[in-house]
């Protein structure tokens, strides 16, 4: 079955500095990589999401990359600010089955 | 808001005993997945169904059961329980038969097992 790592697994940055969570993942055929936010006290929350026939997508200050060939994603969040401050989860979808990375706890300093 | 509501939120019961987590998913979602969640762990993937019937299953221990019912509400069912057994326990919806589309997860229910 499909395993996905998630690195790093707190990150710390100043506000307006960008941050770069990465994920990798074993079995090539997954084909659906989402990333979810966790507030406290909240469920995850969908808030961005890549296929495999995608290199690239952005939506304003996040963007989500990935390498197939190298079976890695990223998310980039730019321009951080306070209300960025979550848990992040990563995950990848293969043939009726989706993992979870293990989560990083992002904290942004005003 | 997710659209999907979990009840109750807190529940606090002692070793041994039964619980029942309920799950009202997104209008128009078909599917239902539960999760568990311990302390500083991530999200483990319990069981799905669609529309009514069982589709998938993650490690889910045998003393757990779930249903979903025709109004697709689905209710997860905790019995003989354990101190290990304490963990955020989410719900999430979605659209379609399988994880390829996005899950909208409720805030889900704090189960504490003392």
């Known amino acids: 079955g499909e395993n996905v790592e998630q690195h790093p697994s707190t990150l710390s940055v100043q506000e307006g500095d960008s941050a770069v969570i990465k994920c990798t993942y074993s079995?090539?055929?997954?084909?659906?990589f989402p990333w979810y936010k966790q507030e406290l006290g909240k469920g995850p929350q969908l808030i961005i999401d890549?296929?495999?026939?995608?290199g690239e997508k952005k939506d304003q200050r996040i963007a989500v990359t990935l390498n197939k060939t190298a079976k890695h994603f990223s998310l980039h969040i730019t321009e951080t600010q306070p209300e960025d401050s979550a848990v992040y989860f990563c995950a990848a979808y293969n043939n009726n089955d989706m993992r979870f990375g293990a989560g990083t706890r992002l904290t942004v300093k005003p | 808001d997710s659209g999907v509501t979990q009840t109750p939120k807190h529940l606090i019961t002692a070793t041994g005993q039964r619980v029942t987590l309920r799950c009202s998913p997104r209008?128009?979602?078909?599917?239902v997945y539960w999760y568990q969640q311990s302390l500083d762990q991530g999200l483990q993937f319990l069981i799905q169904?669609?529309?009514?019937?069982?589709?998938a299953k993650g490690n889910i221990l045998e003393r757990f059961s779930a249903q979903q019912f025709p109004d697709l509400h689905s209710e997860l069912n905790l019995s003989s329980l354990e101190l290990g057994d304490s963990a955020l326990y989410f719900c999430?919806?979605?659209?379609?038969?399988?994880?390829?589309?996005?899950?909208?997860f409720g805030n889900g229910t704090r189960l504490t097992v003392t």
């Open positions: 169904y669609y529309n009514g019937e069982e589709r």
């Open positions: 890549i296929r495999s026939n995608v």
């Open positions: 209008s128009g979602d078909l599917s």
């Open positions: 079995d090539s055929a997954s084909n659906y």
């Open positions: 999430a919806s979605s659209s379609t038969t399988g994880w390829n589309s996005p899950l909208h």
